[in-house]
């Protein structure tokens, strides 16, 4: 359906144009040059590809394959590939455009790219994910590269998934190329902290605002919606320092104790019996319910769409570190800038992931390991950076702190591409 003809919940709920709303309200605001925004809004490249590949039973399938390189106006492309049913070229456009934001907002020298297969993950057996994965690798050789465009895991794709492309690109180059990918298994030039680095980063910026409101960690409440990687990493670091943990709140259902959960415990629950539910030391209680209980710190890190116009009135917290990607919608923004919540953006929130990729690349491209006290050092010097970059943004231009990223970011970029100008 056309953006013109939604609804205005379809629209409230539509990440592309969550987005665009957002990249307008920076550009004016910087008084960015209209060639400039023309630049920003337009992928720089987009490939698509066919795959065939032989299925389990003998029969030939035809997938089709994207990557599509927003910028390299900074240096390499640099996203994830995901496999999907629905996934759609317009669905990579604005994803490879929001990772060039990303990674400008952390001061890493990465354009920004996404990839993606139209596939059912849920139907194909490994040996099948793994011959797409390398006919879509070869298909799409001569656009990725450590110097060019650097993919890393995205949904229903992972370190063997990574692995596969890994080895596909270096048995065409004809030699081992571990830095053409990041997310990679740690045998094979994979990061140590790779693993727990979006959580970490999480926690990073969540303790720099705690710091700016003289709340002390061990006086400091935090509800976590997700329990998976970036949400119970989060958690489980948070809870490290002496943060409570008053409730998780996941699919099925929440869990709440005002004293503080056992994250260790909980994830032990989760893994024993599938569900974060009749945890011991905890009453379960209603989602939304649980969305909205008075804590310092609220963390969405499941999906999309949590925040938005209709709840973000009843929201009480004091500060929003998304771990998730677009956990809130443009409406909801407004609601929670009126109220004085302050919101770690998605852009700069959970870009731990991508710094700690950048490290993969590094490590890589240098054939030397750091050990973890490295990385999670590395990491924290450029998350506290990165979150003093964008409020100082803030309080420069007046506005809140998902705009003041989205400012830093283009600002950024543009800069670049007006310091190596137009080639023609
Ligand atoms: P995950 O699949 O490991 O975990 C997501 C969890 O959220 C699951 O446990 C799932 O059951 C739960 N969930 C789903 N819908 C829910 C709902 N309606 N209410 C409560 N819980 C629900 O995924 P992840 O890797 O932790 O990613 C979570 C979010 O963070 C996504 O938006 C992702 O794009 C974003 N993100 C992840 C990374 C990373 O490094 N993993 C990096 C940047 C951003």
Redesign the pocket.
């Known amino acids: 359906m056309s953006a013109e003809l939604a609804s205005p919940i379809q629209r409230e709920f539509n990440p592309w144009l969550a987005a665009e709303a957002r990249f307008d309200e920076a550009a004016a605001r910087l008084g960015l040059d209209e060639g400039l925004c023309k630049i920003l809004r337009t992928p720089a490249r987009e490939l698509t590809v066919h795959i065939p590949v032989q299925l389990d039973d003998g029969r030939l399938e035809v997938f089709t394959g994207y990557r599509v390189q927003h910028s390299i106006a900074r240096g390499p492309a640099k996203g994830g590939i995901r496999f999907g049913p629905d996934v759609t070229l317009d669905e990579i456009r604005a994803l490879a455009a929001w990772m060039t934001w990303k990674c400008a907002v952390v001061n890493i020298p990465f354009g920004g790219a996404k990839g993606g297969v139209i596939c059912d993950p849920a139907v194909l057996s490994d040996a099948e994910l793994e011959r797409i994965t390398r006919r879509y690798t070869a298909e799409i050789f001569e656009f990725i590269g450590p110097e060019s465009d650097v993919p890393a895991p995205d949904m229903n794709t992972n370190a063997q998934t990574m692995a596969w492309i890994m080895d596909t690109y270096s048995m065409h180059k004809r030699y081992t190329e571990t830095a053409v990918v990041t997310g990679k298994p740690l045998d094979l030039g994979g990061s140590r902290g790779r693993e727990e680095?979006?959580g970490r980063g999480c926690m990073i910026v969540t303790l720099e605002a705690l710091r700016r409101f003289g709340i002390e960690p061990y006086n400091a409440t935090v509800v976590v919606?997700?329990?998976?990687?970036?949400?119970s990493m989060s958690a489980l670091l948070m809870s490290r320092l002496g943060m409570k943990i008053i409730s998780v709140?996941?699919?099925d259902g929440a869990v709440y104790n005002p004293h503080g959960l056992d994250i260790e415990a909980l994830r032990r629950h989760r893994q024993e019996t599938g569900s974060i539910l009749d945890f011991p030391e905890a009453e379960t209680i209603d989602?939304d319910d649980a969305l909205c209980l008075e804590c310092h710190v609220l963390l969405p890190?499941?999906?999309?769409n949590?925040i938005t116009s209709q709840n973000a009135g009843k929201i009480r917290a004091r500060i929003i570190c998304e771990?998730?990607?677009?956990?809130t919608t443009a409406l909801a923004d407004a609601i929670l800038s009126e109220r004085d919540i302050f919101v770690i953006p998605?852009i700069l929130a959970?870009a731990g992931?991508?710094t700690v990729s950048y490290f993969e690349w590094v490590q890589d491209r240098q054939g030397y390991f750091w050990n973890e006290r490295l990385v999670t050092g590395r990491l924290e010097e450029i998350m506290v950076d990165a979150f003093h970059d964008v409020v100082s943004y803030s309080e420069k231009h007046k506005v809140n702190n998902r705009i003041a990223a989205y400012m830093l970011a283009l600002d950024r970029v543009a800069f670049a591409i007006k310091l190596r100008g137009i080639y023609a």
């Open positions: 680095a979006t919606q997700g329990f998976g990687n970036v949400g709140i996941e699919i989602r890190a499941a999906k999309e949590v771990g998730a990607n677009g956990p998605d959970n992931g991508v």
